[in-house]
């Protein structure tokens, strides 16, 4: 039994260690290539990380993020998203705040600026 969890975690380890490979594959042809098209670098790239995730994907880390993200996407479909009225309204509230602080500093450097002339 012990064989079959080291032999998963040592596949888990190589498809980590070729997603990686992969990865810095794609980030080193697309400069040192650099006078082919920036359209074919891009897809190249794109490719390269896609096959980069598909090897991620295929080991238990991998499918534990592939977990976390669907269980995040279910949460964000739970939030309830303000209205377009509820977010005018708090940026307006924001704003007037805004403006009242920048008048409050404005008037205490006034009063500090003339306080600072009048001693020297």
């Known amino acids: 039994m012990e064989t079959k969890i080291d032999s998963q975690g040592t596949t888990d380890v190589l498809k980590i260690i070729a997603a990686?490979?992969?990865?810095?594959?794609g980030i080193v042809g697309f400069?040192?290539?650099?006078?082919i098209s920036?359209?074919?670098?891009?897809?190249?790239?794109i490719v390269a990380l896609g096959i980069a995730l598909l090897?991620?994907?295929?080991t238990?880390?991998?499918?534990?993020?592939?977990?976390?993200?669907?269980a995040a996407q279910n949460e964000i479909k739970k939030v309830v998203w303000p209205t377009r009225q509820e977010t005018s309204q708090t940026t307006l509230v924001v704003l007037v705040v805004v403006v009242i602080f920048a008048i409050i500093l404005w008037l205490l450097d006034l009063v500090l600026s003339s306080l600072v002339?009048?001693?020297?």
């Open 20 to 25: 990686l490979t992969m990865l810095g594959i």
């Open 38 to 45: 920036d359209l074919y670098r891009i897809v190249a790239l």
């Open 31 to 35: 400069y040192y290539y650099s006078e």
């Open 117 to 120: 002339n009048f001693v020297i």
């Open 55 to 58: 090897l991620y994907s295929s």
């Open 60 to 70: 238990a880390g991998g499918q534990n993020t592939l977990g976390f993200l669907k």
